[in-house]
């Protein structure tokens, strides 16, 4: 089926302000609160958001096979649960509907009024409801850096690094929509040269720069996902805070993994930008040396040019950019996670989402986390009014944009922004 | 509120076959399958089930405030979200309906006929939606087993073990209850004195005694639950068997935890025992040395008495007690492990569970796991058929039972039994 909203010279009849995430070529999905308190599934062209619950009920859709309350729903769960083909059809049909010379919607001021929002006058919820969490490690720079600054190892990297994309299991319970704010969280932590553990607040709440993808029904409980069928079960992305708190981390960390110092918060941006929509964007990632075992081998195109930046915002100040970095510079691809992550059987449902690890680059300017940025805190950073930062300080903002760009298109996520408050206090 | 359902001098009229788990002093909760395809919440007296939603349409449980659908659904979240009143409220209520002096029901065949279902008729399903699975770490025993045998450490205990209950989240999309079949894992491992991997199926996979605890809507995000209120929390326990992939897990082990040695399969007992039910059984754990920091400190008995085995049963073979061990061996308490885990303000919902860990006991015959019976693979153990087992083979069937007895009752958990099938093949 042809990608007909991929199309870059179709322009909307809704302005789309320059440089915007969100031209018509993008279409992404998510869930929205109206002032009304409405709850609908939910797409954005430029600075609107448009309800895909109402365009349903006056026929918009016709012709494609949906359930009757599709969009009207607090989740986008099963939707994606309908797969490619469905995803595809309203995707192309959305693009056609807010297509500059088809004038369907766009004369009829009567369904207008009730099909499209301001984004001022909604509140963005979480897209899906997330059965599991995954967290990935594929960042090669990351995991060297790691290694070497909590680790104290010469090369960095461990022994199975290089053979498969090491992951583990994250918290659904604490994932939120970007603009909630998050609690500097309480724990315990081993005082440099101590025998005895202390508890208190975090002194080194970190984020980590990362994107995730939202999977569908992929598998029955036993059965792989071979590498090859990997992105039909992939629906799209969206940018992701790993929040972390570095001195809770190291005490906890061995033997099992992050705990507590992951499970306090992980914050994501609230539209999911579509594989689909991604596609003029794909490149190849980094060459894989050794050579992975067969059922992780792929080749071609694999990865995707998406440009990514994090910001730190004081109360009452402006922001500051801290790292650029890309999603390319990602060793292991999505297809590899989740061909490896269901290589034993392990089953993935509509609404899984699968963090990348945070993506640093190769240069000390696009390092994904303050743990790299200041090198476990030896080196702060400044930032633009003159305050410095080992990690972050209670009522900063820490704001993740990313977006692609070409001669022809930019597509991109919007962000993820949230706030650190103090530790939370009993009312 | 005054507990009545443990009256221990009430009988049934419904007959319970002696040392049954299911006196009318447990009243367990579930969720069965008819033979009519109706799934329903139910409880269990003797080798009965017995369905709550129609109980409920039948007016039995006038007088408690319950939404009209509460037990007409596929899982019990909406009821433990209810709260502990509500949860005692019923109990007591399903005690009297079916006290052998009570001929509400007893009496009237009409009713009976759409209200209770022999066991056998019955499929139990999974008695809650798991949103988020932990599994933690707790037993000492254990604990200094796993360090001994694959750590090489001399005392076992890494230096965090005793100062927290340490513990990583596990995989909610492959838990299933008891009777589910179980396939064998494919999965990447380092042969010994290699330094290339390779993948196939696991050649050790394991099963881990565990109980595991279910919570209702705690808190929320940023707040945490303090250690004197956890038990408040607590709906009741289930037994679990954690299946492990050993030569997996050896190789992705470090640095992020347990992922696909563990994520495969978890199975679980279908019954949720009430920690009401298990009241007569309360006494005290080990002694904690060093004294944990305030947060994670209670006093009294906040242990429970319950006796375990787990048997091995080749194909068409009787099955073999490899193991007998107790809950009351864990080192770190429920309660300790739900102040622990929201202690930075990790939230935790309704249908939540978190898995004891390994519950292995001080004697060598009280072993919770393979790896520590036969330390690693080196001593095989004999099976009553004279075959010898360094781990599990397809086709055995593993089988945990569990159970509470003192002079006047017995509150038993059933089993959670489950057969080890080979690697999944494609039809």
Same mark, same amino acid.
């Given at each position: 089926?042809?990608?007909?909203?991929?199309?870059?010279?179709?322009?909307?009849?809704?302005?789309?302000?320059?440089?915007?995430?969100?031209?018509?070529?993008?279409?992404?999905?998510?869930?929205?609160?109206?002032?009304?308190?409405?709850?609908?599934?939910?797409?954005?062209?430029?600075?609107?958001?448009?309800?895909?619950?109402?365009?349903?009920?006056?026929?918009?859709?016709?012709?494609?096979?949906?359930?009757?309350?599709?969009?009207?729903?607090?989740?986008?769960?099963?939707?994606?649960?309908?797969?490619?083909?469905?995803?595809?059809?309203?995707?192309?049909?959305?693009?056609?509907?807010?297509?500059?010379?088809?004038?369907?919607?766009?004369?009829?001021?009567?369904?207008?009024?009730?099909?499209?929002?301001?984004?001022?006058?909604?509140?963005?919820?979480?897209?899906?409801?997330?059965?599991?969490?995954?967290?990935?490690?594929?960042?090669?720079?990351?995991?060297?850096?790691?290694?070497?600054?909590?680790?104290?190892?010469?090369?960095?990297?461990?022994?199975?690094?290089?053979?498969?994309?090491?992951?583990?299991?994250?918290?659904?319970?604490?994932?939120?929509?970007?603009?909630?704010?998050?609690?500097?969280?309480?724990?315990?932590?081993?005082?440099?040269?101590?025998?005895?553990?202390?508890?208190?607040?975090?002194?080194?709440?970190?984020?980590?720069?990362?994107?995730?993808?939202?999977?569908?029904?992929?598998?029955?409980?036993?059965?792989?996902?071979?590498?090859?069928?990997?992105?039909?079960?992939?629906?799209?992305?969206?940018?992701?805070?790993?929040?972390?708190?570095?001195?809770?981390?190291?005490?906890?960390?061995?033997?099992?993994?992050?705990?507590?110092?992951? #499970?306090?918060?992980?914050? /994501?941006?609230?539209?999911? &930008?579509?594989?689909?929509? =991604?596609? *003029? +964007?794909?490149? $190849?990632?980094?060459?894989?040396?050794?050579?992975?075992?067969?059922?992780?081998?792929?080749?071609?195109?694999?990865?995707?040019?998406?440009?990514?930046?994090?910001?730190?915002?004081?109360?009452?100040?402006?922001?500051?950019?801290?790292?650029?970095?890309?999603?390319?510079?990602?060793?292991?691809?999505?297809?590899?996670?989740?061909?490896?992550?269901?290589?034993?059987?392990?089953?993935?449902?509509?609404?899984?989402?699968?963090?990348?690890?945070?993506?640093?680059?190769?240069?000390?300017?696009?390092?994904?986390?303050?743990?790299?940025?200041?090198?476990?805190?030896?080196?702060?950073?400044?930032?633009?009014?003159?305050?410095?930062?080992?990690?972050?300080?209670?009522?900063?903002?820490?704001?993740?944009?990313?977006?692609?760009? #070409?001669?022809?298109?930019? /597509?991109?996520?919007?962000? &993820?922004?949230?706030?650190? =408050?103090? *530790? +939370?206090?009993? $009312?």
């Amino acid at each position: 089926m042809p990608i007909s909203a991929n199309n870059t010279s179709r322009k909307s009849w809704l302005p789309v302000p320059n440089n915007s995430d969100f031209p018509i070529q993008n279409i992404p999905f998510g869930v929205f609160l109206t002032k009304e308190n409405v709850v609908t599934v939910g797409t954005r062209i430029g600075d609107y958001a448009i309800d895909l619950g109402a365009l349903q009920q006056l026929n918009y859709f016709e012709g494609i096979e949906l359930t009757d309350d599709m969009f009207m729903q607090d989740t986008l769960n099963d939707f994606i649960s309908d797969g490619k083909k469905t995803w595809r059809l309203v995707r192309n049909r959305i693009a056609a509907i807010f297509d500059a010379v088809n004038p369907e919607l766009r004369d009829n001021t009567k369904h207008r009024n009730v099909i499209i929002f301001n984004m001022v006058d909604v509140e963005m919820q979480l897209p899906v409801l997330i059965g599991d969490y995954t967290d990935f490690y594929s960042s090669k720079e990351h995991a060297t850096n790691v290694g070497k600054i909590s680790h104290n190892q010469e090369n960095g990297l461990l022994p199975n690094w290089l053979h498969i994309p090491v992951g583990y299991h994250g918290r659904s319970s604490t994932i939120v929509p970007s603009h909630i704010p998050v609690n500097r969280p309480m724990g315990q932590t081993l005082p440099n040269g101590e025998v005895t553990p202390v508890f208190g607040p975090s002194r080194s709440v970190d984020f980590e720069l990362e994107t995730a993808f939202i999977t569908t029904d992929a598998n029955i409980m036993g059965e792989n996902i071979p590498i090859s069928e990997a992105e039909d079960y992939i629906f799209g992305m969206v940018l992701l805070n790993d929040w972390s708190a570095r001195d809770i981390q190291k005490w906890e960390n061995i033997p099992l993994g992050p705990f507590l110092a992951k #499970n306090f918060a992980t914050s /994501i941006s609230p539209w999911i &930008v579509t594989l689909d929509a =991604l596609e *003029p +964007f794909r490149t $190849k990632g980094p060459k894989q040396a050794p050579t992975p075992l067969p059922y992780l081998q792929q080749k071609g195109k694999n990865s995707f040019d998406i440009n990514l930046e994090v910001a730190i915002q004081p109360e009452n100040g402006e922001p500051t950019v801290v790292t650029n970095s890309n999603f390319k510079h990602l060793y292991w691809t999505m297809h590899q996670q989740l061909a490896y992550h269901t290589s034993n059987g392990c089953r993935v449902n509509s609404g899984d989402m699968m963090g990348s690890g945070t993506i640093s680059g190769p240069t000390q300017d696009s390092l994904g986390s303050m743990l790299e940025l200041t090198w476990g805190g030896k080196n702060p950073i400044q930032l633009n009014d003159g305050s410095s930062r080992k990690f972050i300080n209670d009522f900063d903002t820490v704001i993740i944009k990313g977006h692609c760009q #070409n001669g022809q298109v930019r /597509i991109g996520f919007g962000e &993820v922004s949230s706030k650190l =408050l103090p *530790p +939370f206090t009993r $009312k």
